[in-house]
């Protein structure tokens, strides 16, 4: 049975086991039962799921995981947890922890070795430091995916609802409507972790999209002229994609692409996933035509 849902016994295990807390690994615990259970619901765990989750520290939220899922991978990277799990998870034989480093991880190799390729759901309490690479590398890399339920910092959380013109809109914004539906579950207060941060956390679920909600020629291309107007964002857009170098064409080129549908002046944080799906889509057809005439 689960029983890490708590300070008390948090702590008990971090003494038993002489663990110090590492900075750069952003590490917080969380110690509220009602929070946990609330992450297991929303995840929608069943005895059919297979679950990855990053990040598992002590385990709390892992107990939780295994005793609802058919099966639980569990990604950590700190060497100095891992015989803690061994300790919080022996009552569990349909867990696998692995120490790795997740960004380093061949997600959707693991999971068509392990699920025969067949999409699974991720849960995770994510680091701040490393919520946009994983969000991004899980989204990008085709992982098959039912859903993702992460708990993040507010600030993120703010970042993958942003609309266009705002300072939390960005590439991650973009991404996440492009791929997925979120929701949010609720908001969780520094006292619910141990230790407590100083920011409160978010638990949202971004749910797979089964369709696109734009159509778009070539998806890498448009999220490579994402990434170079938010990479320079005080740029316009065009100075933004010319810096970039990520098309064989002249700035005056671009200027007369980036033109003919939008002012001059345009900077990319005010475009919406529709006008860059649009924009995306010139750039297409004006290369296409280049090559033809080559």
Request: with cysteine; charged share 25%.
């Amino acid at each position: 049975m689960a029983y890490l849902g708590n300070p008390t016994r948090t702590m008990a295990v971090l003494e038993k086991h002489g663990f110090r807390f590492q900075k750069k690994f952003g590490q917080n615990f969380l110690v509220d039962a009602n929070i946990l259970e609330k992450i297991v619901d929303a995840a929608k765990i069943t005895k059919d799921d297979l679950v990855l989750e990053i990040g598992p520290g002590i385990g709390n939220l892992t107990q939780y995981l295994c005793e609802s899922a058919r099966k639980v991978i569990a990604v950590e990277i700190d060497p100095h947890l891992i015989p803690i799990l061994a300790d919080t998870l022996s009552a569990y034989d349909n867990v696998d922890v692995r120490q790795q480093d997740i960004l380093k991880t061949d997600i959707a190799g693991l999971v068509e070795k392990e699920n025969g390729g067949k999409p699974i759901k991720i849960v995770a309490n994510l680091p701040y430091y490393i919520t946009t690479p994983v969000l991004m590398s899980i989204l990008e890399n085709r992982v098959p995916l039912l859903s993702a339920t992460v708990m993040v910092q507010k600030e993120a959380a703010d970042r993958m609802q942003a609309g266009p013109g705002g300072k939390d809109y960005g590439a991650l914004s973009l991404a996440i409507r492009y791929y997925t539906r979120p929701e949010i579950i609720c908001e969780v207060p520094p006292s619910c972790f141990l230790p407590r941060p100083k920011v409160s956390s978010t638990v949202i679920r971004l749910n797979r999209c089964e369709e696109p909600p734009v159509e778009v020629l070539n998806k890498e291309q448009m999220f490579r002229i994402i990434r170079a107007s938010f990479n320079q964002r005080r740029k316009t857009l065009v100075n933004g994609l010319h810096n970039a170098g990520i098309f064989s064409l002249s700035k005056e080129e671009i200027a007369e692409i980036v033109g003919g549908l939008y002012p001059p002046s345009v900077r990319g944080e005010t475009l919406s996933l529709e006008e860059f799906a649009e924009l995306s889509n010139v750039f297409s057809a004006r290369l296409a035509k280049t090559k033809r005439e080559k």
